[in-house]
């Protein structure tokens, strides 16, 4: 078996590298695992880490506490489970009400939800329920946790993953460490990160186990078209390089598939090929990645805090990489904080240049980055108190780094890798894994998977049901949805079919007529 991988080491999204003369290591982006990741886990658990155990056993941290950081309000953590949620958004009792109303309808809906929730951004549809600084700070995690830019991100999207977190049944068992006794990863648990780059904690083993079952890998040989002969798949080319095989895996980003199916119409419209072009009409998503490195430790008052700056234009999300990553993990030369954070909306002005992402310059985006996190006042609270008053205006970065390959222009910003994440009205076009073409199948967390959204599970799942495609005998792990969701949509598909409200809508309705006839008939007859 052969692997084509266009850039020059694996990883695509989620790939890390030490380009800095300090060896300071980088990220693509900042990425956690839930407790809905089933697919991913178990593919770790066969791949080696060392002689000790396998990834999942070795690579995987304890979960993260991720809290809510307003500039001018404590921050909230989910220390209660679900009964922190009104505190965590800043809401009112009847706000909270409103949201979850909302929230429930998502759950339980199916085809509608697909259909026309898929249609409505997350945002507005919660909008007219939350008062401002509700609204503000609700629609501040969608960056952080779906990998969504709040301004595009589908109700469908949006309510779907909150299901999958606060119901999902599964429970992932972890081995004692040396962090503590053995744990379990269950409902509504935190997230997890590796304990190390990502490259060097789950790429470099990958690969390394994988050559060493025969497998070979072509490094920088991006694909550029197929042969088709209107039946099959005959040959491929990255460049003028023609390869031959049985059976052709596409697990390339959307946008640059558009461009490989563009050189070859006929292929370009076939059945599920043909998705590609109304997938993409939404554009990258700009999910921009950086570091702050400080020269001296920064302590936490809490372990593994993961910081939701919710009042940043830029919709800032960070993590000091050293409360999870190894105590032997170089963070580079004279480094000892290592802050990896990222940005997640391209469109709003931010606080100093009055620009956004999309058209900062590198500089104006570090300035902003800078001021935005010290703005941050529940974050400053937390540092002064897990640093004897020490706030964040007594820790100067001796770096701020950007990951290599944006680039940045007035004209927009663009990466050599375009990257897709769901938004509205993109659930009608992810294809499937089988395409009609009976030797190409289709791979990526763009194509359509029970995860239902951009994600590393979306991406393993997907990989699973192409090789499912290929030999029945590989096992793909199923999302769980509660019974009693998967009643409750069930019924409102049939109310959908018959062009009636949604379910909750429809029991809230027959409620209030109850309620007027009762009036009627104890106050009036």
Known sequence: MSVYEATDQPGGFFRSTRLDENNMPTEYSWHGMGPWYHNA??????????GKGSIYDLALSRPVDFGIFPNNDKAEFYDDGPRSIPKMFRMNRWEFVKWFYVMLKTWTSNNRSKIDYDKINAAQAWKSSLKDK????????????IGSDWSKVSLHTTGDFFRKQLTTKARHQHKADKHGPAWTQGTGAGWLLFTGPSS????????????????????????????????????????????????????????????????????????????????TRGGPHIQVSFRLAFSEEIKFPRNRTAVVVSDSEFNLTLFAEEQVWDKDVDLGRGIKSLWTGTSCISSIPGKIYRKPVATCSRDEFIEEVKAQVLSCGALDILIKEANHGRGLDDFSPVKIEVWDEWEFSPEGIKSLQPKWVNSTNTQAYLPAQKTPVPNLF???AHTRTQAQVWSIEGAVESGRRAAKAIDARVAVLDQIRPLWISTLSGIDDILYTVKAPQLIDSA??????????????????
């Open 41 to 50: 886990f178990d593919l770790m658990r066969q791949i080696p880490f060392s």
């Open 134 to 145: 509700a609204y503000t700070t609700w629609r501040s995690c969608f960056g952080p946790w």
């Open 200 to 279: 060097e904690y789950w790429f470099d083993p990958w690969v390394k186990y994988l050559e060493e079952k025969g497998v070979t890998f072509h490094w920088e040989k991006p694909l550029t078209r197929f042969d088709f002969d209107g039946t099959r798949i005959t040959s491929a080319y990255c460049g003028e390089e023609r390869i031959q095989g049985d059976v052709y895996i596409l697990g390339v980003n959307p946008f640059m598939t558009v461009d490989i199916l563009s050189a070859t119409p006929a292929l370009e419209n076939q059945d599920e090929l043909r998705l590609f072009k109304p997938l």
């Open 442 to 444: 289709l791979a990526g």
């Open 508 to 525: 809230f309705y027959v409620f209030l007529i109850a309620c007027a006839y009762l009036i009627y008939v104890v106050f009036i007859v």
